[in-house]
């Protein structure tokens, strides 16, 4: 397999579309017109096994993983 990370660097995600790329695997979400500092500390958050979400994307994240 693969085994690598994926950090996907997007013009804009709806939130299910987040949530798509999200359950498919991605490691993280970024804005392209994010500095050069975001981009290296996304790509460095996951290299190291973490994961990278921008806040806009959190409460539709959040509300997915709540009981319903």
């Known amino acids: 397999g693969f085994g690598g990370r994926v950090l996907i660097v997007t013009a804009g995600l709806s939130a299910p579309e987040a949530l798509n790329v999200l359950r498919a695997g991605a490691a993280g979400i970024l804005h392209k017109h994010e500095g050069s500092e975001t981009l290296c500390e996304a790509v ?5 096994g ?8 959190l409460p539709s994240v959040l509300k997915t993983l709540q009981p319903s």
């Open 44 to 48: 460095r958050r996951v290299a190291a």
């Open 50 to 57: 973490q994961a990278y979400l921008e806040q806009q994307y």
